[in-house]
């Protein structure tokens, strides 16, 4: 049972464009979510989180968005860099619990 | 570098073998976390210790079992490996448990069962 969602196994983006990358839950517990960027042969980083309390929060070029109701989180990056082609992962958690649950991952292209 | 450690990276091995990945994560942190990632597939959630003690368990199959040891190093132990069981493992750390703690992840060890 997947509980957060990533449709889009994929996605290219003209340099200096935005992209958004998206995000849907099932889980109405969640209350803590998380943005990874993932590089070939490294494990993930850390990008960008949000919790439930706040619908916006943002850092430099990243931007994530929270709609509670909608059960639904993108993630802003403004403008586009070729270096910010990787895989992202977005994952949930309910502050009360232990783990984690990621997404199947969108891979970002920006071309130059 | 996440300062989270990994070996090996790389591990090939024959069905019905047994396995060891150990993980030694960043220096403060007491929470341990394994991850799975196969092929097109997201990341697992496979188990998580904190300070030695297990403290959640995901998606593990019962032929995977893992520790945390009192240096806080954890080791996740795979045995009768079958082909399905080839794929990413990840290990991750944090201070301490629960969402508000982002993990910081190693950089993987990838097995191969032929």
């Known amino acids: 049972d997947q509980q957060v969602k990533q449709n889009s196994p994929s996605l290219s983006v003209q340099e200096g464009r935005i992209s958004i990358l998206n995000c849907d839950y099932t889980?109405?517990?969640?209350?803590?979510f998380l943005w990874y960027k993932k590089y070939p042969a490294e494990g993930p980083t850390f990008l960008i989180s949000?919790?439930?309390?706040?619908d916006k929060n943002e850092d430099g070029r990243f931007t994530v968005f929270l709609n509670k109701s909608a059960k639904h989180l993108s993630l802003h990056i403004v403008p586009s860099q070729p270096g910010d082609s990787a895989v992202y992962f977005c994952?949930?958690?309910?502050?009360?619990?232990?783990?984690?649950?990621f997404g199947t991952g969108t891979s970002l292209t920006v071309i130059p | 570098d996440s300062g989270v450690t990994q070996t090996p990276k790389h591990l090939i091995t024959a069905t019905g073998q047994r396995v060891t990945l150990r993980c030694s994560p960043r220096?403060?942190?007491?929470?341990v976390y394994w991850y799975q990632q196969s092929l097109d597939q997201g990341l697992q959630f496979l188990i998580q210790?904190?300070?030695?003690?297990?403290?959640a368990k995901g998606n593990i199959l019962e032929r995977f079992s893992a520790q945390q040891f009192p240096d806080l190093h954890s080791e996740l132990n795979l045995s009768s490996l079958e082909l399905g069981d080839s794929a990413l493992y990840f290990c991750?750390?944090?201070?301490?448990?629960?969402?508000?703690?982002?993990?910081?992840f190693g950089p993987g060890t990838r097995l191969t069962v032929t």
């Open positions: 220096s403060g942190d007491l929470s």
């Open positions: 949000i919790s439930s309390i706040k």
């Open positions: 991750a750390s944090s201070v301490a448990y629960g969402g508000a703690y982002e993990q910081y």
């Open positions: 994952a949930a958690s309910a502050d009360t619990g232990n783990q984690f649950y």
């Open positions: 889980n109405s517990m969640f209350d803590y």
């Open positions: 210790y904190y300070n030695g003690e297990e403290r």
